[in-house]
């Protein structure tokens, strides 16, 4: 970020975009779309203030017209912050979107790969460049917000909170648009900007998690913060809490956008300067870094709500609930993580290749995935045993609920390995798109799953439970289990699963035996 | 100066580039060819940096491209078959962006993209926006970019594709220019008369494999154990003129009609010159003399398997 406006690709798009008559014609209306907000507002007060007038005793009225410069300012305070966010964090996020997508559509791509620009460089170049038109419109309004503002009775703090505030999620955002445009070709630009949409309403619809077990997700939202910093007491909602502790709802804001932005920018660095079908999100350890980050984020945001106490329960009554909660949530980490490993074709039978001559470990980078899922699922449980000793003094803990915990992440991480594995395979095969296809094959299986359990159902429930057991992960959820009592069709599905990994892993291996075909027709 | 150790490439189920292993020393003008799919364009794109290969190493000016590619990069200069530009920016615009992204030193900057917008004939378009460019100067201000941080190695993939035949000629001229000036150049084509006259060194590459690589004098001699030449001469010298040949052991195909004719001859260059020596010595009165040079094309029609891939 450091002089970020000497950067080439920064330069290159101010160049672009602000050209001086454009430059002059966005200040311009930005200018006269404030002085139309602040009529549009005074007349509101005006007509608030007649009505008031007409109503109220001398003494009322004069409090009445005290008060009405301020409430008009504040009036336009609201709008323009409103308007802003929005411009703010839409554009950003759209443009950003279609930054690498788009060079990859006009074929410009290469030649800014092969320049000495880093990684880096250009991620701060775009982050910065693409949504220039934004940011000047922003910055030609901020004076006018700013006396608004202050004439409406704000601190400078407040003020400038805000526009921080907007500005770290429009960041965020923006790493986000920019993460989804690398992962999309030009044939599937149309796909990012749905994506990117979703990433929108998810942002903004995480404020809802306030009321949730984990509040300060809702940080994510900038609604949270903004409420914190313009509401009054009556619209506040609850301060979030960090290991327990409350924290202002700017501060968790901050956190999260931060953490889950310089994971994002992580990424992006790795990937780049990649062609396309080397794009690998993260490396092998770094996964396992991100997935138990993730997992130290569930206890660090936990509201437990014991049955004991005075508030209303809550997602986390007792450490059996969070134990079961945490395992969930490792079921999608773990396949997510999986997503983020798998190898490309070429890569692995390098892997084989030297793993058979001895230069090539089984935790190699560009191995098979399933051995870092399995690291990944101890650093998982390592940290649910830390999580939930120390959140003992709310919720006890028992033995029973590690023990049934350890099987429940067993059998997610034996049915997540699987799915990863059966994706690898489809990676090895001449599919299109196979991992998309991969998942969706998937799908049908658990669609399918779910219609041989029904019809099982029909002649007894034990059928259907065993059925159940066999063919999916979902019995690992009963909260009626302690220990390791569970019922021996999940253990039997256990084994089925565990020998059909097996399998999976000897159609990798004959794949990628087979002899390469030469080069493509002339 | 580019140097290629092994190289390999697979994608998905096919092998494009099979242990690849090439040394192309400085100055040297090399021209890669082979008919579409052989693997030009991917050995091309691992040699700048765009494609990681599978095995093996590329190396230019002596830094392994996959290890350090900002580093080497600052010697490329990268042209492809598009000319892909910034249509939002002014000419001298674009080549500034390129020189800062290459990280010339910043008090060189503007004097070079002068010199270079002079280079490649677009003074007069110097501050016009680069949408308005007809195609042609598209694809010269494509070359300048290419060449605006002086680089030691230009990586040429079939450069001159889609170009008009003025601005075939322009590319050739400042090609020659570029090696004049002591730069390393590959350049891949299957338009081989593209590369004739121009590369002191060629491979032929089919399936992924290079077939074939040398200087033309190598190659040509790999691909011919005997030189054709061609005579004339002035009066009735035919009968003499083809006893004195024939009577020579390295000479064979002796082909003479009045006044001209060729043989083939299995010797070296210089021990043809008193072959000569003798005709002129027997009064045959020589118009001309001399080694028909055999074209890149007649060299890959002679040396290609022609296997369709």
Known sequence: MPRFWTNPEFVRHRRAELRPVRAITVAAVVVLMCVLLGLACWSYQQSILEQALANASKQGAESIQEGFARNTWLLLYYWLVGLQGVALTFWTLFSCAQSVSGERDLKTWEFQRTTRLTSAEILIGKLMGEPILVYFAVLCAAPITLVAGLAGGLSLGTVISVFLLLAVTSLFLGLGGMWLSTLMESRTRGLGLMGALALYGITLGMFGMYESGMPGLAAISPVAGMIQLLGDESARVPAPVLFGHQISWLLMGALLCGSFGAWLALMLIRNLKRDYPEIRPLSRWQAIGCAAFLNFLIYALLRPTPLKSSAAPGWFTDAGSVALFVVAMNGLILFLMGLATLTPQERLKVWRLKRATGESALFADDGLPWPWLGISAVVAYALMVWGLLAWGHTLPLDMGTLQAAAIRLLLVLVFVTRDVLFLQWCMLTRLRQPVVKGVLFLCLYYAAATVLTALAGVSSEAAERWMLALLTPVLAFDPEVRGIAFPAATYAGLALQTGVIATVLVAISSRLQRPMRAAAAA | ?309
């Open chain 2, 1 to 309: 100066m580019i140097e290629f150790v092994h190289l390999r490439k697979e994608y998905d189920n096919v092998l494009a580039v099979e242990d690849l292993s090439l040394n192309i020393p400085e100055g040297e003008i090399f021209g890669l060819i082979g008919p579409n799919g052989a693997g030009k364009t991917t050995t091309i794109r691992m040699a700048c940096g765009l494609l990681a290969p599978t095995l093996g190493r590329a190396l230019i000016a002596g830094v392994d491209v996959a290890q350090e590619p900002e580093r080497a990069q600052q010697h490329i200069g990268y042209l492809s078959d598009f000319f892909a530009v910034y249509e939002d920016l002014k000419v001298w615009e674009y080549l500034d962006y390129f020189a800062h992204a290459y990280k010339m030193p910043e008090a060189e900057i503007p004097a070079r993209i002068t010199e270079v917008i002079a280079q490649v004939n677009l003074e007069v378009k110097r501050d016009a926006m680069i949408r308005g460019l007809s195609r042609g100067m598209k694809q010269r201000l494509g070359i300048a970019r290419a060449i605006i941080h002086r680089p030691r190695v230009m990586l040429l993939d079939e450069p001159a594709s889609g170009l008009d035949p003025k601005a075939r000629l322009e590319l050739r001229n400042l090609l020659r220019s570029l090696r004049d000036q002591g730069a390393t150049i590959l350049i891949s084509s299957h338009i081989l008369t593209e590369l004739e006259g121009f590369c002191t060194s060629i491979g032929i590459m089919e399936k992924g494999r290079m077939v074939r690589s040398g200087s033309i004098e190598e190659v040509t001699a790999a691909a011919a154990s005997t030189r054709l030449v061609r005579l004339s001469w002035a009066g009735d010298s035919l009968a003499v003129a083809e006893g004195k040949l024939k009577s020579d052991p390295r000479i064979s195909e002796v082909n003479l009609a009045a006044g001209m004719g060729t043989f083939r001859f299995s010797g070296a260059e210089e021990e043809l010159a008193p072959v000569l020596a003798a005709l002129v010595a027997a009064n045959v009165r020589l118009t001309s003399f001399g080694e028909v040079k055999q074209t890149v094309e007649e060299l890959y029609m002679k040396l290609s398997t022609h296997e369709v891939m």
